[in-house]
């Protein structure tokens, strides 16, 4: 079983810069998918990034490629997400999401464990 644990979140102004930060606990780490995925108000949680845990393999939603950046720390049992150039149609909780298995998954229905989530807010 795993559980995660989120942090980072808060207000920048457009064209900042973020970072939030997953905390990674449980038994399956060797064989787990981490992805990132954000619900802005009124609207349904979309995906924005995953990472494999075994091999590092990443993925990222159109609409952040190039500025987000997902990466883990192994030792430290952390993931974190990199945004830069920050836009307000980034605002949205931010959701830290876990999967076992060997295949890696964009879909949320896929995924096994969340985080609390966490609030990204974006001003013009």
């Known amino acids: 079983q795993v559980q995660l644990v989120e942090s980072g979140g808060g207000l920048v102004q457009a064209g900042g810069s973020l970072s939030l930060s997953c905390a990674v606990s449980?038994?399956?780490?060797?064989?787990?998918?981490v992805g990132w995925f954000r619900q802005a108000l009124g609207r349904e949680r979309e995906f924005v990034a995953f990472?494999?845990?075994?091999?590092?393999?990443?993925d990222y939603a159109d609409s952040v490629k190039g500025r987000f950046t997902i990466s883990r720390d192994n030792a430290k049992n952390t993931v974190s997400l990199q945004m830069n150039s920050l836009k307000p149609e980034d605002t949205a909780v931010y959701y830290c999401?876990?999967?076992?298995?060997?295949?890696?998954?964009?879909?949320?229905?896929?995924?096994?464990?969340w985080g609390q989530g966490t609030q990204v807010t974006v001003s013009s």
């Open positions: 990472i494999s845990w075994t091999v590092g393999r990443t």
């Open positions: 999401a876990g999967r076992t298995g060997y295949s890696n998954t964009r879909s949320k229905e896929e995924y096994d464990y």
């Open positions: 449980g038994r399956t780490v060797r064989r787990l998918t």
